[in-house]
């Protein structure tokens, strides 16, 4: 593995830094503390920095020795999720109810080491941005950023990302062309009966029916409707109704998520979805609000972006440590809306199968989102060293 000598050096440091985000947990588009740790740090290296853009946002400028017509960014988050931590080492959250359980500590953390060796080694031709966005965990952060202006006061080729990837061994490297993380979208399906005595239910119209065949249902748009090929998910992970074993109530509200790599199933899905509905709540006399909301888009990889990273992560750790071709999950991610925008690629990084667990660690492995999860330190200097190569190869090209 061939990690930059600086970045090593500063191992402990960067480290520290990232425990210390760890125990400050901050929700989304609060980010002030980290953000203000951030911008000094960047500012203590002699980085250019703008804030502001998107709320919490934090752009590093890192511009070269000479003027290129080259630009690139690189993105990290800073926000931790509204979850109570389980873990009892030394650095678990300080605020009940808030944990990095998504590792955006160490994201941060990875990109703070690339921004202090590129600022150190500026025989470069153009600019480095180096992005800290707020808010990735659902309220759509990047988005905000680019509303605000990220890609026009910041001009840059393309844009790349990062996530650490539980399961997959530290040292190693997953992506893919093409669609990587799925589109995620929310349903509220509120159907409206009438209340009864559940002794008479002929003298109401019964709301609860209607939502279980309407749950049956709407699972044929998935095995009926959608193209066998084409991925999908359609869970319906909530169903409120009643308050009583002897009163048919008046109405219920089913709610879940629906999720596809592409804009087309999207659109198919969320049709078929309001007619089935409209359809079985007139069928058995109730009436139906539907609302869908699409919230992040898929995050499609550039073909060209996606074989120049894999191109960086194989000269790093050896062509046998990058999977090119990983299958990508129905997890969801807003680095979409970046490159919706812009050409580029999001690249997952092991975070180990848990041996970086020790005393303090809840029980077992785990995957995101879990109580119990903790970034795996040791990936620091290689995430950092894969943003800086990534930024000096990328710049290098010809124009
Ligand atoms: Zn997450
Ligand atoms: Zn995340």
Not at 120 to 133: L, S
Not at 178 to 205: D, W, Y
Request: aromatic share 8%; hydrophobic share 40%; glycine share 10%.
């Amino acid at each position: 593995m061939k990690i930059l000598e600086p970045i090593l050096a500063w191992r402990e440091e960067i480290a520290a830094l990232r425990r210390d985000i760890h125990a400050h947990p901050e929700l989304a588009f609060e980010e002030f503390r980290t953000a203000d740790l951030v911008a000094q740090r960047l500012q203590e290296w002699g980085i250019e920095v703008d804030r502001g853009l998107g709320g919490t946002g934090v752009v590093g400028i890192i511009k070269g020795k000479q003027a290129g017509p080259r630009a690139v960014g690189l993105r990290a988050d800073l926000d931790a999720l509204p979850m109570q931590e389980i873990n009892t080492f030394a650095h678990a959250s300080q605020h009940a109810g808030k944990m990095h359980a998504c590792g955006h500590d160490g994201h941060t953390a990875m990109l703070l080491g690339a921004a202090r060796y590129l600022s150190q080694h500026r025989d470069f031709a153009g600019t480095v941005y180096v992005i800290f966005q707020p808010a990735e965990e659902g309220g759509g952060g990047a988005k905000r950023m680019v509303d605000d202006g990220l890609f026009t006061r910041f001009p840059m080729d393309a844009v790349f990302g990062m996530h650490n990837w539980p399961g997959m061994r530290a040292g190693q490297f997953g992506v893919t062309p093409g669609p990587i993380m799925a589109s995620s979208n929310e349903f509220i399906i509120r159907i409206t009966g009438k209340g009864t005595h559940a002794g008479m239910p002929h003298l109401g119209v019964d709301p609860v029916m209607t939502a279980v065949q309407l749950a049956q249902s709407l699972q044929t748009i998935i095995t009926r409707n959608r193209a066998p090929l084409e991925a999908a998910v359609l869970s319906i992970t909530q169903i409120h109704t009643g308050s009583a074993d002897n009163v048919v109530p008046n109405d219920a509200v089913m709610r879940g998520t629906v999720r596809t790599f592409t804009h087309e199933t999207l659109d198919l899905i969320e049709r078929r979805m309001e007619e089935i509905s409209r359809h079985t709540c007139a069928a058995m006399n109730c009436d139906l609000e539907f609302e869908f909301t699409r919230n992040y888009p898929p995050t499609i990889n550039h073909v060209a972006e996606t074989a120049f990273a894999v191109g960086v992560m194989r000269d790093i750790v050896g062509a046998d440590n990058v999977f090119d071709q990983v299958t990508p999950t129905m997890g969801a991610e807003d680095f979409a809306f970046m490159l919706q925008a812009k050409p580029g690629c999001y690249v997952w990084i092991g975070n180990g199968s848990g041996d970086h667990r020790d005393a303090g660690h809840g029980a077992g492995p785990c995957m995101l989102h879990n109580g119990s999860y903790d970034f795996n330190d040791e990936l620091i200097p290689l995430g950092a060293t894969y943003w800086s190569q990534l930024a000096l190869k990328w710049l290098a090209q010809p124009a």
